[in-house]
């Protein structure tokens, strides 16, 4: 039986302060370290568990946030925001960088052995983190087939995941191809999983409210993601006992 | 430790006397079962060596054969008799079928618990197996996004996994995107992985001799193509013990 101790830290970034969530395996040794980056309307009890359950598996996570400790309930207000973020590679890797100097800061984190993995708007900023030459040792993005600043993918030097509903209408298949002939033009080690029938933000439980079009929860999907980002960090990440 | 018994079954199917491997799991029991579809030139040591690691797992697996017992050398040769096979649903189907009446009918069989994995012309039939309405639990192709007559994708009840490379000249993105809609159309619970950079029979370690342009292997995903085949298995096929 595992442990994990988790607390929120406060740190600056993009103009804000920030609030994320630590989550820290049982034991005293340097682990392996994930960076989990959410969806838009900022960082939620749905990714902090998902930073809890990465630890159980051994790993120091910070769940990093992006909106200065809010979650906008209010679509517009979330798109007023994360629209010029993610029209903004250097915003964005800011935050990224922030977050990783946390996650780095941290005694137990292995500081050779980070992984990000991201969420929508936290997967856009995990690949630019990659693009801006990060060693990292994978990068996972859900529902974030972004591309980025011309040439820059060849900065990337871990293997990338990404995963996206079919259905997608803000992920659509031109944005997919996009994404995939700019990591295979760079030589990235690439993945791409289509999941049949899914929309946008499918690994996430339906949030009471108004919502965007085209967004919806496929909860066996959203399993299988999930399956497949552990999947990526057993294979880049190894747990070494 | 587990130990697994395997050997050589012949059975009549497409006018020849196929020989297929089967392996069975340790114990005496009845078990979820497998069928192994390998790729155009034939049943070779690589698939029922394959065979023998599902049964390892704790699988009744038939790792069944296309061509009467023969491995094409000669790519000519093989395209010869597989492009009219690939043509030819019916036939492909007939192929399939055989085999699975031989699955069926081992007493370790659990006959309500099957599922069809195939790799490029294996795959195919697979997926023509569960056009033809065959109740399977789970059906994975490797290198083969091939489509069927219209309408009869409906008849698909299991989970459909697909896994092809971006780079694949014989299976390219418009023969993907084409698979994909006929999967979405007829409300197949369906999903594509593209290995990004790898060729056609990715999976495959290198064969000596005359080999197909756009054919090669790709180790690392490779891997991860048997892992996702492996998880499908997990998801769709659980080995209660």
């Not at 800011?94 to 990000?116: K, W």
């Not at 980025?148 to 990337?156: D, K, L, N, S, T």
Request: aromatic share 6%; hydrophobic share 45%; glycine share 12%.
């Amino acid at each position: 039986m595992t442990t994990v101790t988790s607390h929120t830290v406060e740190y600056p970034a993009d103009g804000l302060t920030m609030v994320g969530h630590l989550a820290l395996p049982a034991g005293t040794g340097r682990r392996p370290a994930v960076l989990v980056g959410p969806e838009g309307p900022g960082l939620n009890d749905f990714q902090r568990r998902r930073a809890d359950a990465l630890a159980e598996l051994g790993y120091v996570v910070l769940a990093f946030d992006i909106n200065g400790g809010r979650w906008f309930t209010d679509p517009q207000e979330m798109l007023a925001h994360v629209m010029p973020l993610l029209a903004d590679p250097d915003r964005m890797r800011s935050i990224g960088h922030a977050a990783l100097d946390v996650l780095r800061a941290q005694p137990r984190t292995d500081p050779d052995r980070i992984a990000a993995v991201g969420y929508g708007t936290g997967g856009a900023i995990a690949l630019e983190l990659g693009r801006d030459g990060v060693d990292l040792r994978a990068i996972a993005t859900v529902n974030a087939t972004t591309t980025g600043r011309p040439g820059e993918a060849a900065r990337i030097r871990c293997p990338v995941w990404a995963g996206v509903g079919s259905e997608d209408p803000i992920m659509p298949p031109a944005q997919r191809e996009a994404f995939t002939a700019e990591m295979q033009a760079a030589g990235v080690d690439w993945r791409l999983v289509v999941y049949g029938g899914a929309v946008h933000a499918f690994h996430h439980p339906s949030v009471e409210g108004a919502v965007l079009p085209g967004v919806g929860h496929h909860p066996l999907h959203a399993q299988r993601a999930w399956r497949d980002v552990v999947d990526l960090l057993a294979e880049c990440l190894p747990l070494t006992k």
